[in-house]
Protein backbone atom coordinates (compact mmCIF):
# COMPACT_ATOMS: atom_id res chain seq x y z
CA UNK A 1 0.00 0.00 0.00
CA UNK A 2 1.28 3.26 -0.87
CA UNK A 3 0.85 7.03 1.16
CA UNK A 4 0.75 10.22 -0.42
CA UNK A 5 3.84 11.88 0.51
CA UNK A 6 3.97 14.49 2.81
CA UNK A 7 5.57 18.04 1.76
CA UNK A 8 8.59 17.61 4.35
CA UNK A 9 8.88 13.65 3.07
CA UNK A 10 9.56 14.90 -0.67
CA UNK A 11 12.34 17.65 1.13
CA UNK A 12 13.54 15.09 2.68
CA UNK A 13 13.94 12.57 -0.33
CA UNK A 14 15.44 15.38 -2.43
CA UNK A 15 17.93 16.12 0.12
CA UNK A 16 18.86 12.14 -0.36
CA UNK A 17 19.18 12.52 -4.21
CA UNK A 18 21.57 15.89 -3.60
CA UNK A 19 18.91 17.96 -4.45
CA UNK A 20 19.16 21.38 -2.71
CA UNK A 21 16.21 23.19 -1.53
CA UNK A 22 16.99 26.37 -3.01
CA UNK A 23 17.08 24.49 -6.06
CA UNK A 24 13.65 23.53 -5.26
CA UNK A 25 12.27 26.83 -3.96
CA UNK A 26 14.30 28.09 -7.73
CA UNK A 27 12.02 25.54 -9.76
CA UNK A 28 8.80 26.20 -7.71
CA UNK A 29 9.38 30.32 -8.28
CA UNK A 30 10.33 30.14 -12.11
CA UNK A 31 7.14 28.15 -12.35
CA UNK A 32 5.10 30.40 -10.60
CA UNK A 33 6.34 33.54 -12.42
CA UNK A 34 5.82 31.32 -16.00
CA UNK A 35 2.11 30.75 -14.54
CA UNK A 36 1.44 34.42 -13.99
CA UNK A 37 3.08 34.78 -17.31
CA UNK A 38 0.31 33.15 -19.13
CA UNK A 39 -2.66 34.87 -17.32
CA UNK A 40 -4.96 37.02 -19.11
CA UNK A 41 -7.34 39.43 -17.72
CA UNK A 42 -9.99 41.89 -19.26
CA UNK A 43 -11.85 44.63 -18.16
CA UNK A 44 -15.39 45.75 -19.57
CA UNK A 45 -16.67 48.85 -18.88
CA UNK A 46 -20.62 49.42 -19.34
CA UNK A 47 -21.14 53.34 -19.60
CA UNK A 48 -24.28 55.14 -18.27
CA UNK A 49 -24.94 53.25 -15.26
CA UNK A 50 -26.09 49.29 -15.81
CA UNK A 51 -29.15 48.46 -14.34
CA UNK A 52 -27.79 45.48 -12.05
CA UNK A 53 -31.26 44.35 -11.29
CA UNK A 54 -32.33 43.32 -14.54
CA UNK A 55 -28.74 42.11 -15.42
CA UNK A 56 -28.78 39.23 -12.19
CA UNK A 57 -32.81 39.68 -12.02
CA UNK A 58 -33.46 38.11 -7.95
CA UNK A 59 -36.69 36.43 -9.05
CA UNK A 60 -37.00 34.70 -5.74
CA UNK A 61 -36.54 37.93 -3.30
CA UNK A 62 -39.87 38.41 -2.72
CA UNK A 63 -40.35 42.45 -3.00
CA UNK A 64 -38.61 41.84 -6.75
CA UNK A 65 -41.65 41.88 -8.71
CA UNK A 66 -43.25 44.30 -7.11
CA UNK A 67 -40.78 46.99 -7.12
CA UNK A 68 -39.83 46.25 -10.83
CA UNK A 69 -43.71 46.37 -11.95
CA UNK A 70 -43.46 46.67 -16.00
CA UNK A 71 -39.58 45.88 -16.15
CA UNK A 72 -39.56 42.86 -13.76
CA UNK A 73 -38.28 39.47 -15.63
CA UNK A 74 -40.33 36.60 -14.73
CA UNK A 75 -40.37 33.27 -16.62
CA UNK A 76 -37.87 34.62 -19.18
CA UNK A 77 -35.56 34.82 -16.65
CA UNK A 78 -32.53 32.05 -16.93
CA UNK A 79 -32.60 30.59 -13.43
CA UNK A 80 -29.13 30.18 -11.42
CA UNK A 81 -30.58 29.45 -8.14
CA UNK A 82 -33.51 30.24 -5.84
CA UNK A 83 -33.18 33.65 -5.43
CA UNK A 84 -30.91 34.92 -8.94
CA UNK A 85 -31.14 34.79 -12.19
CA UNK A 86 -29.66 35.90 -15.59
CA UNK A 87 -31.59 38.28 -18.22
CA UNK A 88 -32.25 36.24 -20.89
CA UNK A 89 -30.53 38.17 -23.31
CA UNK A 90 -27.24 36.63 -21.62
CA UNK A 91 -27.61 33.81 -23.20
CA UNK A 92 -23.55 32.73 -23.79
CA UNK A 93 -22.52 34.19 -20.21
CA UNK A 94 -25.47 31.89 -18.49
CA UNK A 95 -24.02 28.78 -20.46
CA UNK A 96 -20.74 29.94 -19.02
CA UNK A 97 -22.22 30.28 -15.64
CA UNK A 98 -23.70 26.70 -15.72
CA UNK A 99 -20.19 25.51 -16.78
CA UNK A 100 -18.87 27.17 -13.39
CA UNK A 101 -17.06 29.70 -15.39
CA UNK A 102 -19.37 32.98 -15.09
CA UNK A 103 -20.51 34.44 -11.61
CA UNK A 104 -22.72 37.33 -10.59
CA UNK A 105 -21.65 40.27 -7.93
CA UNK A 106 -25.33 41.14 -7.24
CA UNK A 107 -24.85 43.86 -4.83
CA UNK A 108 -21.57 45.97 -5.41
CA UNK A 109 -20.57 49.68 -6.23
CA UNK A 110 -17.95 52.17 -6.24
CA UNK A 111 -17.15 54.30 -3.25
CA UNK A 112 -19.03 57.56 -4.70
CA UNK A 113 -23.07 58.04 -3.59
CA UNK A 114 -22.95 61.06 -6.49
CA UNK A 115 -25.01 59.27 -8.95
CA UNK A 116 -23.32 61.68 -11.25
CA UNK A 117 -22.36 59.49 -14.34
CA UNK A 118 -18.34 61.67 -14.59
CA UNK A 119 -18.29 61.24 -10.83
CA UNK A 120 -18.75 57.90 -10.54
CA UNK A 121 -16.99 56.77 -13.85
CA UNK A 122 -13.77 58.86 -12.06
CA UNK A 123 -13.91 56.52 -9.18
CA UNK A 124 -14.72 53.42 -10.85
CA UNK A 125 -11.91 53.77 -12.92
CA UNK A 126 -9.09 55.90 -11.08
CA UNK A 127 -9.52 53.03 -7.78
CA UNK A 128 -9.76 56.35 -5.90
CA UNK A 129 -11.82 56.59 -2.79
CA UNK A 130 -13.25 60.11 -3.82
CA UNK A 131 -13.31 62.13 -6.91
CA UNK A 132 -10.63 62.82 -8.66
CA UNK A 133 -8.51 61.91 -6.61
CA UNK A 134 -6.01 60.66 -8.73
CA UNK A 135 -5.20 61.24 -12.40
CA UNK A 136 -4.30 58.14 -13.19
CA UNK A 137 -6.36 54.61 -13.88
CA UNK A 138 -6.28 51.77 -11.04
CA UNK A 139 -5.64 49.03 -14.32
CA UNK A 140 -2.40 51.48 -15.24
CA UNK A 141 -0.86 51.18 -11.93
CA UNK A 142 -1.55 47.30 -12.02
CA UNK A 143 0.69 46.96 -15.30
CA UNK A 144 3.31 49.45 -13.48
CA UNK A 145 3.28 47.05 -10.17
CA UNK A 146 3.71 44.21 -12.28
CA UNK A 147 6.19 45.72 -14.82
CA UNK A 148 8.24 45.54 -11.93
CA UNK A 149 8.64 41.97 -11.77
CA UNK A 150 7.86 40.58 -15.05
CA UNK A 151 6.91 41.73 -18.47
CA UNK A 152 4.18 42.61 -18.91
CA UNK A 153 1.61 44.21 -22.29
CA UNK A 154 -1.51 45.81 -22.01
CA UNK A 155 -4.30 46.74 -24.93
CA UNK A 156 -7.42 49.52 -24.58
CA UNK A 157 -9.51 48.79 -27.51
CA UNK A 158 -11.64 51.83 -28.47
CA UNK A 159 -11.00 55.21 -30.09
CA UNK A 160 -9.72 56.36 -26.89
CA UNK A 161 -7.74 54.74 -24.17
CA UNK A 162 -10.28 54.74 -21.15
CA UNK A 163 -9.18 56.41 -17.87
CA UNK A 164 -8.52 53.26 -16.54
CA UNK A 165 -5.54 52.62 -18.43
CA UNK A 166 -4.43 55.79 -18.51
CA UNK A 167 -0.69 56.64 -16.42
CA UNK A 168 2.63 55.84 -16.63
CA UNK A 169 2.94 52.45 -17.79
CA UNK A 170 2.49 52.06 -21.43
CA UNK A 171 0.02 50.87 -23.09
CA UNK A 172 -1.34 50.41 -27.04
CA UNK A 173 -4.10 50.94 -27.93
CA UNK A 174 -6.50 49.92 -31.16
CA UNK A 175 -9.69 51.08 -32.63
CA UNK A 176 -11.96 49.19 -34.71
CA UNK A 177 -12.77 52.15 -36.86
CA UNK A 178 -9.28 52.35 -37.73
CA UNK A 179 -7.76 50.83 -41.44
CA UNK A 180 -4.20 50.35 -42.31
CA UNK A 181 -3.30 50.57 -45.32
CA UNK A 182 -0.01 47.86 -46.02
CA UNK A 183 1.19 49.62 -48.82
CA UNK A 184 1.56 53.10 -47.19
CA UNK A 185 4.99 54.17 -46.41
CA UNK A 186 4.26 56.84 -43.65
CA UNK A 187 5.13 54.00 -41.19
CA UNK A 188 8.10 53.39 -42.27
CA UNK A 189 9.26 57.11 -42.46
CA UNK A 190 8.50 57.67 -39.14
CA UNK A 191 10.19 54.66 -37.69
CA UNK A 192 13.06 56.15 -39.85
CA UNK A 193 12.26 59.98 -38.48
CA UNK A 194 11.93 59.09 -34.45
CA UNK A 195 14.38 56.13 -34.31
CA UNK A 196 17.00 57.96 -32.48
CA UNK A 197 13.78 59.54 -30.35
CA UNK A 198 13.70 58.05 -26.44
CA UNK A 199 9.82 59.20 -26.12
CA UNK A 200 8.25 58.85 -29.80
CA UNK A 201 10.35 56.26 -30.91
CA UNK A 202 9.07 53.42 -28.58
CA UNK A 203 5.70 54.99 -28.73
CA UNK A 204 5.58 54.33 -32.86
CA UNK A 205 7.10 50.73 -32.52
CA UNK A 206 4.55 49.57 -30.17
CA UNK A 207 1.77 51.12 -31.95
CA UNK A 208 3.08 49.88 -35.42
CA UNK A 209 3.02 46.21 -33.41
CA UNK A 210 -0.30 47.22 -32.47
CA UNK A 211 -1.70 47.28 -35.82
CA UNK A 212 0.51 44.47 -37.23
CA UNK A 213 -1.35 42.26 -34.53
CA UNK A 214 -4.58 43.51 -35.23
CA UNK A 215 -3.83 42.82 -39.15
CA UNK A 216 -2.64 39.18 -37.97
CA UNK A 217 -5.83 39.04 -36.31
CA UNK A 218 -8.14 39.64 -38.38
CA UNK A 219 -6.86 37.34 -41.27
CA UNK A 220 -7.27 34.72 -38.85
CA UNK A 221 -10.98 35.50 -38.60
CA UNK A 222 -11.48 35.16 -42.28
CA UNK A 223 -15.58 34.71 -42.49
CA UNK A 224 -16.69 30.94 -43.45
CA UNK A 225 -19.56 29.93 -44.63
CA UNK A 226 -23.01 31.05 -42.76
CA UNK A 227 -20.76 33.27 -40.60
CA UNK A 228 -20.54 37.09 -39.86
CA UNK A 229 -21.53 39.10 -42.67
CA UNK A 230 -18.76 41.05 -44.52
CA UNK A 231 -19.13 45.14 -44.05
CA UNK A 232 -19.16 44.38 -48.24
CA UNK A 233 -21.72 41.93 -47.97
CA UNK A 234 -23.80 43.85 -45.92
CA UNK A 235 -23.33 46.96 -47.66
CA UNK A 236 -24.83 44.87 -50.75
CA UNK A 237 -27.38 44.14 -48.46
CA UNK A 238 -30.97 45.53 -49.29
CA UNK A 239 -32.13 47.85 -46.61
CA UNK A 240 -33.17 45.98 -43.27
CA UNK A 241 -36.97 45.56 -43.16
CA UNK A 242 -37.13 44.16 -39.15
CA UNK A 243 -35.28 44.62 -36.05
CA UNK A 244 -34.49 41.16 -35.92
CA UNK A 245 -32.32 41.03 -38.65
CA UNK A 246 -30.34 44.27 -37.08
CA UNK A 247 -30.13 42.99 -33.69
CA UNK A 248 -28.50 39.67 -35.27
CA UNK A 249 -26.35 42.15 -37.04
CA UNK A 250 -25.00 43.84 -34.44
CA UNK A 251 -24.80 40.70 -32.09
CA UNK A 252 -22.29 39.23 -35.34
CA UNK A 253 -20.26 42.37 -35.28
CA UNK A 254 -19.97 42.53 -31.31
CA UNK A 255 -19.08 38.88 -31.43
CA UNK A 256 -16.31 39.83 -34.25
CA UNK A 257 -14.99 42.48 -31.89
CA UNK A 258 -14.56 39.96 -28.90
CA UNK A 259 -12.66 37.29 -31.27
CA UNK A 260 -10.51 40.15 -32.67
CA UNK A 261 -9.54 41.59 -28.74
CA UNK A 262 -8.87 37.62 -27.91
CA UNK A 263 -6.60 37.51 -30.98
CA UNK A 264 -4.45 40.57 -30.23
CA UNK A 265 -4.07 38.32 -26.73
CA UNK A 266 -3.33 34.96 -28.10
CA UNK A 267 -0.69 36.61 -30.66
CA UNK A 268 3.10 35.54 -29.24
CA UNK A 269 3.97 38.70 -27.16
CA UNK A 270 0.48 39.65 -27.17
CA UNK A 271 -1.22 42.08 -24.20
CA UNK A 272 -2.19 39.96 -21.02
CA UNK A 273 -4.05 42.73 -19.79
CA UNK A 274 -7.05 44.77 -21.81
CA UNK A 275 -9.30 47.35 -21.26
CA UNK A 276 -12.61 47.70 -23.48
CA UNK A 277 -15.21 50.29 -22.90
CA UNK A 278 -19.22 49.68 -24.34
CA UNK A 279 -21.97 52.47 -24.06
CA UNK A 280 -25.67 52.54 -24.10
CA UNK A 281 -26.41 51.58 -20.33
CA UNK A 282 -28.09 54.66 -19.71
CA UNK A 283 -32.31 53.73 -19.61
CA UNK A 284 -34.55 56.36 -18.29
CA UNK A 285 -36.87 55.40 -20.48
CA UNK A 286 -38.43 52.57 -21.91
CA UNK A 287 -36.39 50.07 -20.82
CA UNK A 288 -37.57 46.92 -21.21
CA UNK A 289 -37.75 43.69 -19.68
CA UNK A 290 -36.94 40.11 -21.71
CA UNK A 291 -37.29 42.68 -24.84
CA UNK A 292 -36.09 46.54 -25.16
CA UNK A 293 -33.80 48.49 -25.01
CA UNK A 294 -31.69 47.02 -22.59
CA UNK A 295 -32.24 44.11 -23.43
CA UNK A 296 -30.56 44.97 -27.20
CA UNK A 297 -27.85 46.46 -25.44
CA UNK A 298 -27.02 43.37 -22.97
CA UNK A 299 -27.35 40.86 -26.20
CA UNK A 300 -24.73 42.81 -27.36
CA UNK A 301 -22.42 42.90 -24.52
CA UNK A 302 -22.94 39.23 -24.28
CA UNK A 303 -21.84 38.67 -27.90
CA UNK A 304 -18.69 40.50 -27.11
CA UNK A 305 -17.81 38.13 -23.83
CA UNK A 306 -18.68 34.98 -26.06
CA UNK A 307 -16.38 36.55 -28.87
CA UNK A 308 -13.94 36.59 -26.02
CA UNK A 309 -14.62 33.03 -25.15
CA UNK A 310 -13.98 31.54 -28.44
CA UNK A 311 -11.57 33.58 -29.88
CA UNK A 312 -9.07 32.76 -27.12
CA UNK A 313 -9.31 29.14 -27.56
CA UNK A 314 -6.87 27.05 -24.94
CA UNK A 315 -5.83 30.50 -23.31
CA UNK A 316 -9.36 30.94 -21.74
CA UNK A 317 -8.44 28.67 -18.91
CA UNK A 318 -5.70 31.11 -17.81
CA UNK A 319 -8.34 34.29 -18.56
CA UNK A 320 -11.06 36.06 -16.00
CA UNK A 321 -12.94 39.16 -17.82
CA UNK A 322 -14.87 41.52 -15.38
CA UNK A 323 -17.61 43.15 -16.34
CA UNK A 324 -18.75 46.59 -14.21
CA UNK A 325 -20.16 49.81 -14.29
CA UNK A 326 -20.43 52.88 -12.41
CA UNK A 327 -23.70 52.52 -10.40
CA UNK A 328 -26.62 50.60 -10.88
CA UNK A 329 -30.39 52.04 -11.06
CA UNK A 330 -33.19 52.90 -8.79
CA UNK A 331 -35.13 49.62 -7.68
CA UNK A 332 -38.59 50.89 -8.40
CA UNK A 333 -39.56 52.09 -11.99
CA UNK A 334 -40.17 55.58 -13.10
CA UNK A 335 -42.89 57.24 -14.37
CA UNK A 336 -41.26 56.90 -18.64
CA UNK A 337 -41.17 52.84 -17.72
CA UNK A 338 -37.54 53.00 -17.20
CA UNK A 339 -34.82 53.72 -14.01
CA UNK A 340 -32.74 56.57 -12.82
CA UNK A 341 -29.56 56.73 -11.14
CA UNK A 342 -29.11 54.56 -8.23
CA UNK A 343 -26.76 52.73 -6.53
CA UNK A 344 -25.04 49.10 -6.08
CA UNK A 345 -25.18 47.32 -9.43
CA UNK A 346 -23.85 44.01 -10.59
CA UNK A 347 -20.42 43.06 -11.56
CA UNK A 348 -20.13 39.92 -13.52
CA UNK A 349 -16.66 37.50 -13.55
CA UNK A 350 -15.99 35.16 -16.41
CA UNK A 351 -13.17 32.68 -17.55
CA UNK A 352 -11.56 29.63 -17.19
CA UNK A 353 -9.03 30.14 -14.76
CA UNK A 354 -12.73 31.93 -11.73
CA UNK A 355 -13.28 29.43 -9.04
CA UNK A 356 -16.48 27.76 -9.02
CA UNK A 357 -18.75 29.03 -6.13
CA UNK A 358 -22.23 31.00 -5.72
CA UNK A 359 -22.40 34.92 -5.74
CA UNK A 360 -19.82 36.56 -4.66
CA UNK A 361 -21.08 38.83 -1.86
CA UNK A 362 -23.52 39.39 0.41
CA UNK A 363 -27.22 40.11 -0.92
CA UNK A 364 -28.90 42.88 1.24
CA UNK A 365 -32.27 42.39 -0.30
CA UNK A 366 -35.00 44.86 -1.39
CA UNK A 367 -37.19 45.81 1.26
CA UNK A 368 -37.71 48.93 1.80
CA UNK A 369 -36.04 49.14 5.21
CA UNK A 370 -33.07 47.29 3.26
CA UNK A 371 -33.08 50.12 0.27
CA UNK A 372 -29.98 52.91 0.32
CA UNK A 373 -32.24 56.17 1.19
CA UNK A 374 -35.51 54.47 -0.02
CA UNK A 375 -35.00 54.24 -3.72
CA UNK A 376 -31.76 52.34 -4.56
CA UNK A 377 -30.24 48.25 -3.65
CA UNK A 378 -27.92 49.13 -1.02
CA UNK A 379 -24.20 48.25 -1.61
CA UNK A 380 -22.48 45.22 0.01
CA UNK A 381 -19.44 45.11 -1.70
CA UNK A 382 -16.98 47.37 -1.87
CA UNK A 383 -15.79 47.53 -5.59
CA UNK A 384 -12.28 47.84 -4.93
CA UNK A 385 -11.91 44.67 -3.24
CA UNK A 386 -13.65 42.76 -6.35
CA UNK A 387 -10.72 44.78 -8.48
CA UNK A 388 -8.10 43.73 -5.24
CA UNK A 389 -9.28 40.18 -5.18
CA UNK A 390 -8.92 39.46 -9.13
CA UNK A 391 -5.63 41.22 -9.64
CA UNK A 392 -4.09 39.25 -5.96
CA UNK A 393 -5.41 35.55 -6.98
CA UNK A 394 -5.17 35.93 -10.38
CA UNK A 395 -2.21 37.86 -11.66
CA UNK A 396 -0.58 37.93 -8.65
CA UNK A 397 0.27 41.20 -7.51
CA UNK A 398 0.59 41.42 -3.37
CA UNK A 399 -1.37 43.23 -0.97
CA UNK A 400 0.77 46.19 -0.02
CA UNK A 401 1.09 47.15 -3.02
CA UNK A 402 -2.74 46.69 -3.87
CA UNK A 403 -3.23 48.52 -0.56
CA UNK A 404 -1.21 51.40 -1.80
CA UNK A 405 -0.02 52.27 -4.88
CA UNK A 406 -2.81 50.55 -6.76
CA UNK A 407 -5.64 51.46 -4.79
CA UNK A 408 -4.22 54.54 -2.65
CA UNK A 409 -5.10 54.73 0.81
CA UNK A 410 -7.39 51.25 0.59
CA UNK A 411 -6.03 49.51 3.40
CA UNK A 412 -9.37 48.89 4.74
CA UNK A 413 -10.44 47.28 1.61
CA UNK A 414 -9.86 43.70 1.95
CA UNK A 415 -9.41 42.06 -1.48
CA UNK A 416 -11.93 39.58 -1.89
CA UNK A 417 -10.84 35.89 -1.51
CA UNK A 418 -10.33 32.70 -3.46
CA UNK A 419 -11.78 34.03 -7.29
CA UNK A 420 -9.28 32.86 -9.10
Known amino acids: MTRPLSRRGVLAAAAGFGVSLQFLATQSFAATEDGLARKKLIVVICRGGMDGLSVSPPVGDPDYAALRGPIALKDEALKLDGTFALHPALTATYAL ?9 PAVATPDRARSHFEAQDVLETGASGVYGTSSGWLNRAVETISAHRKVEALSVGPTAPLILRGKAPAGSWSPG ?45 PSAGGPPTQMAA ?11 LLRQGRDAAAKLGETLAGFMREPGGPQIAAISLDGFDTHANQGAGQGQLATRLSYLDAVLDGVHTGLGPAWKDTVVVVATEFGRTARVNGTAGTDHGTASTALLLGGALKRGGIVGDWPGLKQSALFENRDLAPSLDM ?26 SGGVRPVANLA
Open 178 to 222: RVVDGSARLPTLLQDLYKNDPLLGPALARGLATEAMAQAAMSNLA
Open 384 to 409: RGLFKGVLADHMGVDRAALDTAVFPD
Open 97 to 105: AKAGEARIV
Open 235 to 245: AAAPPAANAPA
